[in-house]
């Protein structure tokens, strides 16, 4: 086994300082650009560079960067509530699931292999595009769609956990089954569960990016990344910044989130591979 | 792996284990699944907003009339389970029905496509797997170096990278600029077709091969942390023999995630082919959703489902008669 | 309901292009040289081209028309099949597969069939032929896309030798633009037909006419193909093999096009003009394309059953900005519900646009636009929204800056984006009180639009009486000078209460290969047969 030297926690900082502005830009996006859906339409569109707008402008004359700063809580907010959402129902089922086992284990794992039979993106285009629904309706598909994968970790970790000597002295002490689940497996769990939320943020930030780009979610002048990558098709041969501009933020986010969830999830192995 | 628990407990739900036996409980399983997401997938025209009979006219003039003759036409006014009988009969000998949109059967319409993406498909499993899982492999071997970090930064990349961004670059730089592979269209079929779909595969691929790569790395590395790696070190195994151990027993969970892999191949092509106007069921399900076209929909989505599901089940096949462990444990 | 009533579904399905394009047309009977110049001002030739490979913005499932409709349908039907009459390059009619013909009555029309015409295989077109192929436009269930074009027409029978007798219901001048390839009737026979099982336009079956072409394959959603015959009495078309390829984005043209794939798109779209301008060797030709598109006013939803309403929203539109902006100048400001055109052939462009000046001209004034706001009885404003289709960028973009424009006022317009198959249910429907039209014009009859606009179930469900009665005035009127009057007079009418507002008349682009050229290049010319005008620039 290699030798652990004390690193300087280098990627915290890194992906922080990312993550930092696009959290600045989601929050106070109504102070920073208050006027980012202002049209002008004089101007028509300009490309990077052009006086007051660092990434051009599109046909009706906003200007693109503030249109990606008022876009980010579009593009971070869904997400985060999906990742949230999916947890919470991992965490509820999956611990029942580990703990309990039997028909009610049984059960739920064929529930999640259901849901795991079908393709994220194909099922959100399907139900959100049938009943017209909006931003939030695929907000909710995608978290139930995201939950399988939760229950099954979450189930899994909890498995690992009741193997354990602490959770056998608690059985014998006569503690509550609800108690031994929630009150000493679960705290055990939650770095992991923390961790794969991370990553399922950034998942989910692809996929209702591919999503809007598809045309469903949010409408037209919204600020929003996916809908800025669609509409820039057709700006591109006068504005190359509206491509550029959403496509780098929704990688630099999506990368940032990833690599910090993966650090997180490496520190939480080393702390456990001590017994 | 979480996988290995779940096959492990069904493996000891079957007393005899015989891979027979196996296969048989896995396809009942396999056939309840369909079977539920068949009932799903034909409720989608009732769960629809708005009245059946008035979604399946589209276009065409609403008359009272021309209601009337949709409602005989498809059974509407009968109880639901049998509507839902009468559907999978069809279905069942092939009949999806007609497309609202183009008036021709809905078979007729998946026929060409349905190549187009399954050939889009194994191109890009193909060039994600010999991409991804050698260097998964190689920088597990090798955690923390340079190899190993560069790639997985790459890899970071790749999944957050969006598809058409992605697509659009690949085709200014190898499809105009140095002019190797063509800029749109699905070729004359043969090779042709295949030099295609060259550069909407990679673009897949770009995604899934950081999913796979992860993957591959994170189970590699959990095999090399088991204790019988370091038995099998102070054993004297040589280094060789060692590594071919861990890597069959790694790639055993990596083979039972590859099915899931598969999945969300299936979502990716929808985008690839939207982005390159590539004439596959992808980008057959876009407009279809768009414009609610219920037997397409219905048509594509079960056809989908039902590929992953075998996949899944031919993976898990695969995984009982590779792993030793299970096996055994059958045999008892 | 009288045909004109029932909404050209085919010139909405239109909508999913930019607009139509032009080119050219093949002049009435004998030469089809002879054109003076051309549209490019470039000068060229009529030389040998071995293939010539068209993209299309969309794609096409059937190449019959009668069931799948789109302007693209009509562009490679009207290369393989021919009608009774074409249209001119000023939308005059002219003989086509008849030599002549003759309104012996309001409702009768007599037509002599040409001497000598064949179809593709030689077999000679006969009276026959023309009174089945009626019968197959009339039939709701092989044409479900045309067929109320006929609905008021009572029989087609053969009359003579080489004649045809094709009476109406009930008298109306427009039935003249009825048997044209660029509307509703494309001549087969009954042989090829019934050989094919009762299909029309599939890839099995293709399309059978008397026209310069004959399709050799096609793959729905890909493309189609087209050979020359020799068999067409125009002559022999200079382009070999047409091959046509179905290519969705509009960023995949552009390449195709940069890398030589393709010799010419049409209907490319505004957005990418300087793309297409800055790709080498690539010529863009523009034309007015006989479209129009307006906002288009539920009377029958508040608050638009209030007059001072309508107008304030009416005095809100800057036209002339739109034009320039959105549309890149490419379009006109429109000032009424017929385009130019329409009616150049009885009073030449100029003259057009004069006359239909006076219908509706409101400058844009925000000031004014208080004022009659004031007037309402919503004088603070109010919330509505506007459906638009996904496949008009400039519409969705007109209205979002209107959106803007109205928001001093206390108005505040939601605009939400839909695939143009769920617009079409829009139209009307009392949901959607603030609504658009984009209508291409199917023929050069000046009445198309108006007779839907203002007839029956209307989407404005605006009535009137003096404009009805000017309408059906119009129906009978067989002098074109004064029919022109009287539309125009019933628009003036009508619009006076503004249940309509014309924003602009539309502009098609196509660019080419520019080794190449199209001939004397309008707004009909897709009306018949067009690959015959390509020519080889010198």
């Known amino acids: ?275 | 792996m979480d996988t290995a628990h779940s096959h492990r407990r069904l493996t000891q739900l079957i007393s005899r284990g015989s891979l027979t036996r196996f296969i048989i409980v896995r396809l009942a399983a396999t056939g309840l699944l369909l079977l539920v997401l068949s009932f799903v997938v034909f409720a989608l025209l009732h769960l629809t907003p708005g009245d059946p009979a008035r979604n399946l006219v589209g276009v065409r003039n609403v008359t009272p009339e021309l209601l009337q003759s949709i409602r005989d036409k498809y059974h509407l006014n009968d109880p639901f389970i049998s509507q839902y009988l009468r559907w999978l009969g069809n279905v069942l000998h092939g009949d999806f029905g007609e497309s609202i949109r183009n008036n021709t059967t809905v078979t007729t319409l998946l026929a060409d496509r349905v190549m187009l993406t399954l050939q889009l498909s194994s191109l890009s499993f193909v060039l994600t797997v010999v991409l991804a899982v050698p260097l998964g492999i190689a920088a597990a071997w090798r955690t923390g170096s340079v190899l190993d970090r560069s790639i997985s930064a790459a890899s970071i990349v790749g999944v957050g990278a969006p598809t058409y961004a992605v697509g659009l670059l690949l085709l200014y730089i190898f499809g105009l600029w140095f002019n190797i592979f063509p800029v749109y269209g699905s070729g004359d079929g043969g090779f042709d077709r295949w030099w295609h779909l060259v550069l909407p595969a990679i673009t897949l691929a770009s995604g899934l091969a950081a999913m796979v790569f992860k993957l591959t790395r994170t189970a590699v590395v959990a095999e090399l942390n088991q204790d019988y790696v370091v038995f099998a070190q102070s054993r004297g195994l040589t280094h060789r023999q060692i590594r071919s151990l861990v890597l069959r027993n790694a790639m055993i969970p990596v083979a039972t995630s590859l099915g899931l892999v598969f999945a969300f191949l299936f979502g990716g092509t929808i985008l690839v082919e939207v982005t390159f106007a590539l004439q596959g069921i992808g980008s057959l399900l876009a407009g279809s959703v768009t414009f609610k076209d219920l037997p397409v929909v219905q048509a594509i989505t079960l056809l989908t489902a039902t590929f992953i599901a075998l996949t899944a089940l031919s993976v898990d096949i695969l995984y009982y008669v590779v792993d030793p462990r299970v096996r055994k444990r059958g045999k008892q | 309901m009288s045909p004109s009533v029932q909404f050209n579904r085919r010139t909405l399905l239109a909508g999913t292009g930019v607009s139509a394009l032009a080119m050219l047309i093949a002049a009435c009977g004998g030469d089809n040289k002879g054109m003076a110049g051309n549209g490019s001002g470039v000068s060229g030739s009529l030389k040998e081209i071995d293939l010539l490979t068209v993209a299309f913005p969309s794609s096409l499932s059937n190449l019959y028309p009668g069931q799948e409709a789109g302007n693209f349908n009509y562009y490679v039907a009207c290369l393989v099949g021919e009608g009774l009459v074409a249209p001119d390059g000023t939308g005059k009619l002219v003989p086509a597969l008849a030599s002549k013909w003759e309104q012996t009555s309001p409702t009768t029309y007599v037509y002599t069939l040409r001497d000598g015409a064949k179809f593709s295989d030689g077999v000679p077109v006969t009276p026959e032929d023309i009174v089945y192929s009626v019968g197959i436009s009339k039939d709701e269930e092989k044409s479900p896309n045309i067929a109320y074009y006929w609905a008021n027409v009572d029989k087609a029978e053969k009359t003579g030798d080489n004649e045809v007798t094709i009476t109406l219901a009930s008298p109306d001048v427009a039935f003249e633009w009825g048997p044209c390839a660029a509307n509703a009737l494309w001549i087969t026979s009954q042989a090829y037909v019934e050989g094919n099982g009762g299909e029309m336009g599939t890839p099995k079956a293709l399309l059978y006419g008397t026209g310069p072409y004959k399709v050799t394959k096609f793959e729905p959603d890909t493309m189609v193909e087209l050979e020359r015959v020799d068999t067409w009495w125009g002559g022999v078309p200079p382009v070999k093999t047409v091959r046509i390829e179905f290519i969705t984005e509009e960023a995949t043209r552009v390449l195709a096009r940069k890398s030589g794939d393709i010799d010419l798109a049409i209907s490319i779209s505004l957005d990418q003009l300087g793309q297409w301008e800055n790709a080498a060797d690539t010529s863009v030709l523009f034309a007015p394309d006989r479209s129009y598109a307006g906002i288009d006013f539920n009377t029958a939803v508040e608050p638009f059953d209030d007059i001072h309403v309508r107008r304030a929203i009416a005095y809100a539109c800057d036209r002339a900005t739109v034009v320039e902006k959105l549309l890149v100048g490419h379009g006109e400001p429109a000032t009424a519900l017929i385009t130019p055109d329409q009616i150049s052939s009885v009073l030449g462009l100029d003259g057009a646009r004069q006359a239909l000046k006076g219908v509706l001209d409101l400058p844009f004034d925000l000031d004014k636009a208080k004022a009659e706001l004031a007037l309402s009885k919503v004088p603070d404003g109010f919330s509505t929204k506007v459906g638009v289709s996904s496949s008009a960028p400039q519409i969705s973009q007109f209205f979002q800056s209107l959106a803007e424009t109205v928001k001093p006022l206390g108005i505040d317009i939601q605009v939400e984006e839909m695939p143009v198959e769920q617009w079409y249910d829009t139209i009307g429907s009392a949901d959607w009180g603030l609504a658009y039209m984009w209508y291409f014009n199917a023929t050069g009859d000046p009445a198309e639009m108006s007779s839907w606009f203002f007839g029956e179930g209307n989407p404005a469900s605006y009535s009137n009486d003096a404009v009805t009665k000017l309408m059906a005035q119009a129906k009978e009127e067989t002098d074109p000078a004064k029919r022109v009057e009287i539309l125009i007079e019933a628009q003036k009418t009508a619009l006076a209460d503004i249940p309509y507002v014309p924003l602009w008349w539309g502009e098609a682009a196509t660019a080419i290969n520019s080794k190449y050229t199209i001939e004397d290049f309008g707004s009909y010319s897709l009306l018949s047969p067009w690959t015959p005008r390509i020519l080889t620039v010198d």
Do not use: C
């Open chain 1, 1 to 275: 086994m290699k030798l652990r030297v004390t690193r300087k926690p280098v990627v915290p900082i890194v992906t922080g300082i990312p993550l930092a502005i696009i959290a600045i830009f989601v929050i106070a996006s109504r102070w920073i650009v208050p006027n980012a859906t202002r049209q002008d339409i004089m101007t028509g569109v300009t490309s990077p560079g052009t006086a007051g707008h660092l990434f051009g402008t599109d046909q009706l004359g906003r200007d693109i960067g503030q249109l990606a700063i008022a876009g980010a809580s579009s593009a971070v907010v869904g997400p985060i509530v999906i990742a949230l959402g999916s947890m919470m129902i991992g965490i509820l089922l999956g611990t029942f699931a580990g703990y309990m086992g039997g028909w009610l284990d049984l059960l739920l794992s064929k529930y999640a292999d259901l849901l795991l039979a079908l393709p994220t993106t194909l099922v959100a285009l399907v139900v959100t595009g049938l009943v017209d629904g909006g931003y939030w309706v695929t907000v909710l598909v995608l978290i139930m769609l995201f939950s399988p994968t939760d229950i099954r970790m979450v189930r899994g970790s909890v498995i690992a956990q009741t193997g354990r000597p602490y959770i056998e002295s608690a059985k014998v002490l006569g503690l509550g089954r609800l108690r031994i689940m929630f009150r000493h497996i679960l705290p055990n769990v939650l770095p992991v569960a923390f961790s794969t939320m991370l990553l399922n943020v950034a998942f989910a930030l692809v996929s209702m990016s591919a999503l809007s780009f598809l045309g469903l979610g949010v409408g037209p002048g919204v600020p929003d990344w996916g809908r800025q990558l669609s509409d820039s098709r057709d700006l591109l041969d006068r504005n190359w910044g509206s491509l550029v501009l959403p496509a780098m933020l929704i990688i630099i986010t999506a990368a940032a989130i990833n690599l910090l969830g993966d650090w997180l999830q490496e520190r939480y192995e080393e702390s456990s591979v001590a017994r």
